[in-house]
């Protein structure tokens, strides 16, 4: 056995030197093998991911099933039937790496297709609209939802409080808390890229689109009690369900349908195609299926596999690209950026996340460098190299930008209520018992909140519909019983005062009054 990393044999594997052969023995510092083994141990976690910390993951492949070559130039999808090997990593958002898996939240599902022209990440999510358009709010939306810093609890009153502020996220809020966001398990769950992409093509032209990921497994979740009780049970059942699938021989698989968006019809929609928080009608913008995502092997090591994996909206090939999407602009500096702090800055040369071809040399040396440049020049152009940038794909230019520099904050208006609306009325109403399970599962949830804040929720879900505003009240009045919050919870009139000398950092409320940020 080669106990050490240097390749020599260790005998005595779990032996340790020492003077002394009974209990009263002093161990030597000349012990490698117990040395080694010992602070390999302690370095062996590495930071969880900041959101979707919690995840499992799979092997499988996309296959071209229906041509869409018309409107992209993408090389992996010129030719019906062919396969392209992906890695899947499936995930909660809010909860820490341990967390139980079951609990009412969005899905991530992310696929990275390895082409032959680089590997293309489709980061996306089981929520097809998101609660946030403006992406300095994602800090804000991302504590509110996690724990509360003094009582390190989940705080539901910051949670709603949170949201009070922030009604742009109504729609998706709406999908939160219907029985869509406690899936039984990821194979019978749908996802989306939210997001407007572009399909580009080599003649430089372009169409918007969105991707939707229809499951062929059927949706199944499960009531808000039986995802209760089963976290309790067993933390871990979506990634066992998942990993038992496909130890079984079952290649659970997607269809993959794109909403082809002309940027003409885009100028004058009135829904903005760049607003994460809309969905866009199938009316205007029908789905066309080109694609299937299969599953059908599992990792070999969950480590080095689903914990090292980085995946990033940036990573694009030829064919596909970001659009101008706000969100989407700020998550590219996002990915990158948390991975070389999670990772190290050569992640991408790990095996989990190289790329099948790539040659950059233009980056070099750092942290856990595995492959040189050796003689290669290392800067671009160069009388001796023999490469040359990609000639073959013009750069679509359509964008022209010319304005003047603004702080723009999205205002809530009353068109952010409508697909909420259409959500209650039309969908849920569809699906017997599901208006019910809606705001018996916000009952639940807000009940824990205080007072204060619990009538602007009402007075949220009330912009929404006037009998779902009432029905929320009802049922949250009566589960909260005498109207006692969870004591743990935050209190908004501690917020409120400035306790002069209780706090050390009790000047820095003063920054944040309305009125030091010039919006009294
Ligand atoms: C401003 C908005 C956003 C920011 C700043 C942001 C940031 C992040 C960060 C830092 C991670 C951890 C990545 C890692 O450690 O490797 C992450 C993970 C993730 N995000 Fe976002 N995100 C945003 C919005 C979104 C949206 C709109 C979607 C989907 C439409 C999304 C889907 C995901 C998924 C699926 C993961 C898990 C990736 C994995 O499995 O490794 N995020 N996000």
Excluded at 10 to 20: E, K, Y
Excluded at 463 to 488: F, P, Q
Aim: aromatic share 12%; charged share 25%; net charge neutral.
């Amino acid at each position: 056995m080669n106990g050490i990393r240097n390749g020599a044999p260790v005998h005595d594997v779990s032996a340790s030197q020492r003077i002394g052969n009974q209990l009263r023995a002093t161990l030597l510092l000349q012990d490698i093998n117990l040395l080694e083994v010992i602070q390999h141990l302690t370095h062996e976690r590495i930071p969880e991911r900041i959101v979707h910390a919690r995840g499992t993951g799979a092997h499988g492949y996309f296959e071209v099933t229906d041509d869409i070559s018309d409107v992209t130039s993408a090389d992996f999808l010129q030719r019906v039937g062919e396969k392209t090997p992906l890695f899947v990593r499936f995930s909660v958002v809010a909860g820490e790496r341990g967390g139980a898996e079951t609990v009412r939240d969005q899905r991530g599902f992310t696929f990275k297709i390895r082409t032959k022209e680089g590997n293309l990440d489709w980061v996306f999510l089981s929520i097809p609209a998101f609660p946030i358009r403006d992406g300095a709010k994602f800090a804000s939306f991302t504590h509110a939802t996690k724990r509360n810093p003094r009582s390190n609890l989940p705080d539901h009153t910051m949670f709603w409080d949170y949201f009070n502020n922030n009604q742009e996220s109504i729609h998706s809020l709406m999908f939160l808390f219907s029985d869509r966001s406690t899936p039984k398990d990821f194979q019978h769950a749908d996802c989306f890229s939210v997001h407007t992409y572009r399909f580009t093509k080599t003649d430089g032209s372009f169409v918007y689109v969105r991707i939707h990921v229809n499951t062929n497994q059927g949706i199944e979740n499960f009531t808000a009690t039986e995802a209760s009780r089963v976290a309790g049970e067993d933390p871990d059942y979506q990634t066992r369900s998942l990993f038992e699938d496909i130890e079984a021989g079952n290649t659970p698989s997607w269809d993959v349908y794109a909403q082809i968006i002309d940027p003409k019809k885009a100028a004058n929609y009135p829904i903005n195609i760049f607003d994460s928080t809309k969905t866009l009608p199938f009316a205007d913008f029908p789905k066309r299926k080109f694609g299937r995502i299969v599953l059908n092997r599992n990792p070999d090591d969950h480590f080095a596999e689903v914990e090292q994996s980085a995946f990033s909206p940036t990573n694009v090939v030829p064919g596909w690209a970001l659009s101008p999407d706000p969100i989407l602009q700020t998550r590219a500096l996002a990915y990158p950026d948390t991975q070389r702090h999670r990772l190290g800055v050569n992640f991408y040369q790990l095996p989990i996340n190289k790329p099948e071809h790539s040659f950059t040399p233009l980056m070099r040396d750092g942290a856990a460098t595995f492959k040189g440049l050796g003689a290669t020049p290392n800067y671009f152009p160069s009388s001796f190299s023999h490469y040359d940038v990609a000639t073959q794909y013009a750069r679509p230019d359509e964008e022209h930008w010319l304005g003047t520099v603004v702080n723009y904050d999205s205002q809530v208006v009353d068109a952010d209520f409508k697909q909420a609306r259409i959500f209650w009325e039309k969908t849920l109403a569809a699906h017997s018992g599901q208006q019910d399970s809606f705001v018996s599962n916000v009952a639940g949830h807000l009940k824990d909140a205080i007072a204060e804040v619990r009538k602007v929720t009402y007075a949220m879900f009330t912009r929404v519909n006037a009998d779902l505003g009432k029905r929320i009240e009802k049922a949250t009045e009566a589960a909260a019983g005498a109207g006692n919050a969870l004591a743990s919870n935050m209190k908004l009139a501690d917020l409120h005062e400035k306790k002069k000398g209780s706090h050390d950092n009790s000047d820095n409320f003063d920054l944040f009054a309305h009125k030091a940020w010039g919006r009294s």
